[in-house]
């Protein structure tokens, strides 16, 4: 080999060691290995709009999971979503799971709201309260589009005593 070819090698080499290191950082603070210290909880929801799989679960506004799964439970037409909780944040089991937006243009996330019970969720559990997603659209469209009051009713003259 001549000086180039050698030259190349090793700068390959370094680039191959940089990019395997990056992939082990990630793997490390990513959610992908689910048996590390995390329980799987389902929730069933009416609506989903902006939740799909690595959205954040907080609590409190902490991220303390993410969703792991979604699907369409086809007896009930509901979404259904698998989360992974942290194993060392108890969820009480008459919490509720709302789907909450961060504002008008931020993303959606799954909030839980813990309850009051002394009995917490395990692995497998599934949370039976829950809130889905608000269309802001709708509603705007909905506010902006109402009937309006006025037009030709008479005004009546209002009496404070009423009809005595």
Partial sequence: ?????????????IVVAVAAAFMFYAYGVSDAAVGK???????????????????????????????????LNTQTYEADLNLL????????????????????LGGAYVAIEPGASEEYLADGDRITITQ????FVGLAVQAFTAPRGGGNDEKKELDPLGDF
């Fill in 1 to 13: 080999m001549n000086r180039s070819g050698i030259f190349e090698t090793i700068v390959g080499l």
């Fill in 37 to 71: 210290g995390q329980i799987r909880l389902g929730a069933n929801f009416g609506k989903v709009d902006g939740i799909s799989v690595g959205s954040e679960v907080r609590i409190a506004g902490v991220k303390i999971g993410s969703v792991a799964g979604e699907g």
């Fill in 85 to 104: 909780i942290d194993a060392d944040i108890p969820i009480p089991d008459d919490s509720v799971a709302k789907i909450s937006a961060d504002g008008l």
């Fill in 132 to 135: 889905g997603s608000v269309d």
